[in-house]
């Protein structure tokens, strides 16, 4: 696919760097880390080396701030040599963000310059047992008592949850409020009565720590609230707007990793006497994926140009975007498995890993069936 004429210097940069970290140095161990369901420290060392935490952070807190397009387009070269690794580098943004759009200038002091160089980690927390979709139905408490506030409850399914320096997670200050109840903090793992739980044991994206966090009369001072008792709904929901185009990219760079492989193993398998690509019905599936892969990254340009030239509330696009995505690249991955038959179904070829991190894409950050509500919500105006 010819480059995009629309990007600036400073993004086609990036994007090369990326590209060339992930090619080089992150696809050869990606399997590794799949297999041995690892953490993969020595990929992060790097991508901190090369200075790409802090491309989403403002100048003024140690960040390049190249902006939503060009996290998209890191995110997507990422997710191309190993979709855990984009997770994992995805997830300070999307735990960071909030401090961004709600933290006052000590909470931005505090974290964004030590995100940026990248000496921690974010996380973002909102997910419980009973609040998967219904987010606002979560029911961990936050109870003030003088100086600081008291959490109690349970968290699920928090990526990086274990190796994040701050998380800034949600918890209600009165359930009978529902969604204006909920209020935003920022947990360090030093807190008093924090600690991480039970790691997930996943179908894909192995490589990235998806873990509960208790909350067990853990004590948050009061500096740490991020934003108004009440306002942590729609922090929550402002975040995703801005990183539901992150996860299309790192879709988009799944998708497009399973069908570079697709297009190569077809000239290079032969049935018949002849490569597998000679066959119509072959060309057929790989002119589709084509097609899905580049209106996914197009989706996801498009709305992350939007962010970048300021325009706020872009719900439809970035829903859009993260369903279109999402969905092409499962598609296209379980075709690339299809195309390569057999031995796409063995773990000697990587498409197998690919078609179990695409599926959740469909599922994390907002399911492709909530993306659908929040899309007929916004083309109805309900
Ligand atoms: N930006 C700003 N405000 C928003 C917003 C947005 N994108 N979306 C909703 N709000 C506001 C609403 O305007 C409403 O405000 P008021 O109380 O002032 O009227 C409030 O938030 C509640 O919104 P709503 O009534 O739409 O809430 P619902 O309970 O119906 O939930 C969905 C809305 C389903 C869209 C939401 O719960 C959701 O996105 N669920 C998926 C959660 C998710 O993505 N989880 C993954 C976690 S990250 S891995």
Same mark, same amino acid.
Not at 26 to 35: I, S
Not at 376 to 381: F, H, K, Y
């Given at each position: ?44 060392? $790097?991508?901190?080396?090369? /200075? ?10 140690? /960040? ?22 984009? !997770? ?32 921690? $980690? ?18 961990? !408490? ?50 008093? /009565? ?44 402002? !975040? ?143």
């Amino acid at each position: 696919m010819r480059d995009p004429f629309y990007l600036t210097d400073d993004q086609r940069m990036i994007r090369d760097l990326a590209r060339k970290i992930s090619r080089d140095r992150l696809a050869p161990t990606a399997a590794h880390h799949d297999e041995t369901e690892s953490y993969p420290e020595e990929s992060m060392r $790097l991508l901190r080396e090369q /200075g790409l935490m802090g491309i989403w952070v403002p100048e003024e807190y140690g /960040g390049t701030d190249l902006g939503a397009l060009a996290v998209c387009l890191v995110a997507e070269e990422i997710s191309w040599a190993d979709a855990a690794m984009a !997770t994992n580098w995805g997830a300070t943004p999307l735990g960071g963000y909030p401090i961004l759009l709600a933290g006052n200038d000590e909470q931005k002091r505090r974290y964004l310059p030590r995100l940026a160089s990248g000496e921690i $980690l974010a996380a973002y927390s909102l997910s419980e047992p009973g609040a998967g979709s219904d987010a606002a139905g979560l029911q961990t !408490t936050a109870r003030r008592q003088g100086d600081r506030y008291v959490l109690n409850g349970t968290k699920l399914w928090c990526s990086n949850g274990s190796n994040a320096g701050v998380i800034t997670l949600f918890a209600t200050v009165d359930r009978s409020k529902k969604a204006r109840g909920i209020t935003a903090f920022l947990i360090e793992p030093g807190f008093k /009565g924090f600690s991480v739980g039970k790691k997930e044991k996943k179908m894909g994206i192995r490589a990235s720590p998806t873990v509960a966090l208790h909350l067990e009369d853990c004590e948050v001072p009061v500096e740490n609230r991020l934003g108004e008792e009440g306002e942590g709904f729609k922090i929550a929901m402002r !975040t995703l707007d801005y990183t539901r185009p992150m996860t299309g990219a790192t879709a988009v760079g799944v998708a497009q990793a399973a069908l570079d492989a697709a297009i190569a193993y077809a000239q290079e398998r032969r049935q018949f006497d002849q490569p597998i690509a000679a066959f119509q019905g072959v060309q057929f599936m790989l002119a589709d994926m084509a097609m899905h892969v580049h209106g996914a990254r197009l989706m996801v340009h498009h709305v992350a140009s939007l962010v970048d030239r300021g325009v706020t509330g872009a719900v439809l696009e970035a829903s859009m975007a993260k369903c279109f995505a999402g969905d092409a690249a499962m598609k296209v991955a379980t075709d690339a498995v299809q195309v390569f038959g057999g031995v796409g179904y063995t773990r000697e070829f990587p498409v197998e890993r690919f078609m179990r991190d695409a599926k959740i894409m469909q599922i994390y950050e907002g399911t492709n069936q909530i993306q659908r509500v929040i899309i007929a919500r916004e083309l109805l105006g309900a």
